[in-house]
């Protein structure tokens, strides 16, 4: 079965930084394609990065430049780094596998809460 | 980025009730919609992929249709377990997104 399990979630200033990790079981992380989506008050569910098995990465507009996705294949899970962090980028933040014939979410880890206050 | 628009927001049934529940994609998608799930306190579920298809293990009185820009997941006979948040998700193109979502209550 597979399994993902998401840590490194908790209170941050603005403008400070945390990593996100969902470590894996089930599955090669390094050879799917990974998301991380979050879920916020004010825009609901929102995908957030995603990164193919080759490497590729992508990012939602409102993270571009500063949060970074990132694995490692000898701990076989997924991170995301985030910077500059605001107010709106409070939520849960959940990793997912994406099917990468159809891009749907099809294995999601429980979430880990992100709140950024003063 | 390609808007995903739900409704209702909310509805409240009974037990047995059949439902529908409406996503409408900004523009044609094809058939590249998904449902999702979601209970409180926990990860979305993901129900039905490519419009129709339904995901290993879920029941067969979830179905899903539409194309181009409408879509309606339909639930027959409804379940006390089905009392749940639905979503909609587009995956024709980046940036991947969702539906507002549609809150199923019991009347």
């Known amino acids: 079965d597979v399994q993902l399990v998401e840590s490194g979630g908790g209170l941050v200033q603005p403008g400070g930084s945390l990593r996100l990790s969902c470590a894996a079981s089930?599955?090669?992380?390094?050879?799917?394609?990974m998301s991380w989506v979050r879920q916020t008050p004010g825009k609901g569910l929102e995908w957030v990065s995603l990164i193919y098995s080759g490497g590729a990465t992508y990012y939602a507009d409102s993270v571009e430049g500063r949060f970074t996705i990132a694995r490692d294949k000898s701990e076989n899970t997924l991170y995301l780094q985030m910077s500059s962090l605001r107010a709106d980028d409070t939520g849960t933040y959940y990793c997912a596998t994406v099917v990468w014939s159809d891009y749907y979410f099809e294995h999601w880890g429980q979430g880990t809460l992100v709140t950024v206050s003063s | 980025d390609i808007q995903m628009t739900q409704s209702p927001s909310s509805l409240s049934a009974s037990v047995g009730d059949r439902v529908s529940i409406t996503c409408r994609a900004s523009q044609s998608i094809a058939r590249s919609l998904n449902w999702y799930q979601q209970k409180p306190g926990r990860a979305p579920k993901l129900l039905i992929f490519?419009?129709?298809i339904l995901q290993r293990g879920v029941p067969s009185r979830f179905t899903g249709s539409g194309s181009g820009t409408d879509f309606t997941l339909t639930i027959d006979s409804l379940q006390p377990e089905d009392f749940a948040i639905y979503l909609c998700?587009?995956?024709?193109?980046?940036?991947?997104?969702f539906g507002q979502g549609t809150r199923v209550d019991i009347k």
């Open positions: 998700q587009q995956s024709y193109n980046l940036p991947l997104t």
């Open positions: 089930g599955l090669t992380v390094s050879n799917n394609y």
């Open positions: 490519a419009t129709s």
